[in-house]
């Protein structure tokens, strides 16, 4: 009890603030390894009257708010979920009131990040982005309620941009410019709302 008094106080001061302030929960404030001594569907309440209850199974380790909805009480994913593969995360959501908001990360084998977006309200908004297992960027895209919208890069592998393009409402749009690995333009291409205009300008 002693050990869950002290995770849950990290967990409640963070929680607590951020619902004040009307922010996702600071994941960094709670790792998975805080649940090793918890019990599933372990539940307790704070000082403010806040039910929590706990999940810690082989697959998934986070924890619920009890929320009241149209006058039913509601389990509802609060704050930093992690899932597990033989032991291992693979992947960090961050919820609010049982909606995906804020952080999301996927991992590869060896801890590194492989996946990184941001959502709101359920929806991607914000940046993505995609690394390979030795934490170098590979792609990355700006999304706006779900779809890319706006600038999207592909790298190459010593980190010189490959391909830059342009994205309106999840559509290409715009130039298509396409780099070699010494950073040299090679080609050039046009989009209007998702179709090609014209060949791809091959440059010497």
Not at 125 to 144: S, T
């Amino acid at each position: 009890m002693k050990l869950l008094a002290i995770v849950l106080s990290i967990f409640f001061t963070s929680t607590i603030h951020a619902a004040e302030q009307s922010q996702p929960f600071d994941y960094t404030k709670i790792k998975p390894e805080h649940f090793d001594k918890l019990e599933d569907d372990q539940q307790f309440t704070d000082e403010q009257g806040l039910t929590f209850k706990i999940q810690n199974t082989k697959y998934a380790r986070g924890v619920y708010i009890q929320h009241e909805e149209n006058g039913k009480k509601r389990w509802k994913k609060h704050g930093a979920f992690y899932s597990l593969y033989e032991g291992r995360v693979t992947e960090m959501q961050e919820y609010v009131l049982g909606e995906k908001h804020g952080l999301r990360e996927a991992y590869h084998k060896n801890g590194k990040v492989q996946f990184r977006e941001q959502y709101q309200r359920n929806k991607k908004h914000g940046l993505w982005e995609q690394f390979n297992n030795k934490g170098n960027k590979v792609a990355q895209c700006d999304y706006v309620d779900n779809q890319k919208h706006g600038k999207c890069y592909d790298y190459h592998s010593n980190g010189k941009v490959n391909f830059d393009k342009d994205y309106v409402s999840g559509k290409r749009h715009g130039q298509v410019l396409q780099y070699n690995s010494k950073g040299k333009l090679v080609a050039r291409s046009t989009y209007n709302e998702g179709k090609k205009v014209g060949k791809t300008e091959w440059l010497n």
